[in-house]
């Protein structure tokens, strides 16, 4: 069973960049695809960014293209969001999640295994 811990949140400005971190408790062999989700307060948990762990291929959220870049570094178990010119309509809590799919996903119902989240917060 994978376990993932995610990190990086932090209070920043608007315009400012941040990366997200999460690492997974062991590689995720086989058809496994990494997601990151956001929650802001009083909505629902939203899709972001995702990225099949074999091949690379990505997917992103409308309101995160051209910002927002998700990558994975095999030798650490690592998925990172990297993200640029933040708004204050990103700020939320940011989930790491994975899924044993063959096709990337965007729905979290896909998604068994969460992280902690860790919190953004983008000022004006």
């Known amino acids: 069973q994978v376990q993932l811990v995610d990190s990086g949140g932090g209070l920043v400005q608007a315009g400012d960049s941040l990366t997200l971190s999460c690492v997974a408790s062991?590689?995720?062999?086989?058809?496994?695809?990494m997601g990151w989700f956001r929650q802001a307060p009083g909505k629902e948990r939203e899709f972001v960014a995702a990225?099949?762990?074999?091949?690379?291929?990505?997917s992103y959220a409308d309101s995160v293209k051209g910002r927002f870049t998700i990558s994975r570094d095999n030798a650490k178990n690592t998925v990172y969001l990297q993200m640029k010119s933040l708004k204050p309509e990103d700020t939320a809590v940011y989930y790491c999640?994975?899924?044993?799919?063959?096709?990337?996903?965007?729905?979290?119902?896909?998604?068994?295994?969460w992280g902690q989240g860790t919190q953004v917060t983008v000022s004006s």
């Open positions: 999640a994975a899924a044993r799919r063959l096709t990337l996903v965007t729905t979290r119902s896909e998604y068994g295994y």
């Open positions: 062991e590689r995720p062999y086989g058809n496994y695809v």
């Open positions: 990225i099949r762990w074999i091949g690379g291929t990505t």
